[in-house]
């Protein structure tokens, strides 16, 4: 009687490790929703696509801006051509520095510039769930960023975790993941 409560806890013990050992090895199989090869390569193409892109015709002035985002925000849009097909981009500025003010930002908005961030609409079913919204941080240079693990923020950034570009831009208002036409 004793033997086989002992048995079976170590089956159960048995049953559990191995469950521990597998889902890794699923999680990290090459269906993660960002930081992907062609997340990155496409991130690249936008960049390329998007140079000049501080001359828009259609870019709002310095604004004071929200965490996470910088200190200060400048906004832009316009729809660009990447490798051949025509979508809309958002693309953010985000500033920040020691005592920065609106005349400092004025006078030397590339000394502030932290980060870009951009919103891309794909292609219908790129991400039903999340309207299609193709996401990506670049450093002031282009470089893509990464998170804490190592992954390149670009791609259907955080789907499916609690916070990130997708979990916090469904708070917005409308289910448009925009939050400058809530205001
Ligand atoms: C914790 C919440 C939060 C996270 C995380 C977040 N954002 Fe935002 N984002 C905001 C808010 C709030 C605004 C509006 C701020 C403003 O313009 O004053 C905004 C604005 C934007 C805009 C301008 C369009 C709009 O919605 O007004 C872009 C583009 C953008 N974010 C991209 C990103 C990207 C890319 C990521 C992930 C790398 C990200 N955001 C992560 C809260 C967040």
Same mark, same amino acid.
């Given at each position: #009687?004793?033997?086989?409560?002992?048995?079976?806890?170590? =089956?159960?013990? =048995?049953?559990? $490790?191995?469950?521990?050992?597998?889902?890794?090895?699923?999680?990290?199989?090459?269906?993660?929703?960002?930081?992907?090869? +062609?997340?990155? %390569?496409?991130?690249? =193409?936008? @960049?390329?696509?998007?140079?000049?892109?501080?001359? @828009?015709?259609? *870019?709002? %002035?310095?604004?004071?801006?929200?965490?996470?985002?910088?200190?200060?925000?400048?906004?832009?849009?316009?729809?660009?051509?990447?490798?051949?097909? $025509?979508?809309?981009?958002?693309?953010?500025?985000?500033?920040?520095? +020691?005592?920065?003010?609106? +005349? &400092?930002?004025?006078?030397?908005?590339?000394?502030?510039?932290? *980060?870009?961030?951009? &919103?891309?609409?794909? +292609?219908?079913?790129? /991400?039903?769930?999340?309207?299609?919204?193709? @996401?990506?941080?670049?450093?002031?240079?282009?470089?893509? /960023?990464?998170?804490?693990?190592? #992954?390149?923020?670009?791609?259907?950034? =955080?789907?499916?975790?609690? &916070?990130?570009?997708?979990?916090?831009?469904?708070?917005?208002?409308?289910? /448009?993941?925009?939050?400058?036409?809530?205001?």
């Amino acid at each position: #009687m004793r033997l086989k409560l002992v048995l079976s806890a170590l =089956a159960t013990v =048995a049953l559990i $490790a191995t469950g521990i050992v597998i889902f890794p090895a699923c999680s990290s199989g090459t269906d993660m929703p960002f930081g992907e090869q +062609e997340d990155i %390569d496409f991130a690249n =193409a936008l @960049w390329s696509s998007m140079s000049g892109y501080h001359g @828009w015709k259609l *870019a709002s %002035d310095f604004y004071p801006g929200v965490s996470p985002h910088g200190m200060f925000l400048r906004m832009y849009y316009n729809v660009v051509n990447v490798n051949g097909t $025509a979508y809309h981009v958002i693309v953010k500025d985000n500033f920040g520095g +020691e005592g920065l003010d609106l +005349e &400092m930002l004025a006078e030397s908005p590339g000394k502030y510039l932290m *980060a870009v961030t951009a &919103m891309l609409q794909r +292609e219908a079913a790129y /991400d039903a769930d999340n309207n299609d919204w193709f @996401w990506v941080k670049y450093g002031p240079d282009g470089t893509i /960023d990464q998170n804490d693990q190592g #992954m390149s923020l670009a791609g259907r950034v =955080a789907k499916g975790m609690d &916070m990130g570009c997708i979990a916090c831009h469904l708070t917005a208002g409308g289910g /448009d993941y925009l939050f400058f036409n809530d205001m």
